[in-house]
């Protein structure tokens, strides 16, 4: 089976997104991870909140979630921490190459 994890979470501040993408890559967790900004509007305590946040989008392997989970509970700065992920299935070659690049 061709599956891969995608991980969304998101972190208000881009330097932090940034030093939080390339720990990961460093420890060969994930293959590749995208950092886009975004405008988020969400209920927080009652109130309609509006904030810029950088979305960091992880690629990776099914076998990795559970230690990314945890990194990314104890790195992102939000209170309550986006961490969003589910299993797809990729192209082959795609998959391989995610594969390759993962310890």
Not at 43 to 65: A, V
């Amino acid at each position: 089976m061709n599956k891969i994890l995608i991980i969304i979470a998101t972190e208000p501040q881009r330097q932090n997104a940034e030093k939080l993408a390339k720990f990961i890559l460093e420890k060969k967790l994930a293959s590749c991870i995208s950092l886009k900004e975004i405008n988020s509007s969400y209920f927080w305590e009652g109130t309609i909140e509006n904030s810029d946040e950088i979305e960091i989008t992880i690629k990776s392997t099914i076998e990795k979630k559970e230690i990314l989970i945890g990194l990314l509970k104890e790195k992102l700065s939000n209170e309550l921490p986006q961490i969003i992920f589910k299993e797809f299935y990729s192209e082959l070659n795609y998959f391989k190459w995610i594969k390759s690049n993962v310890n």
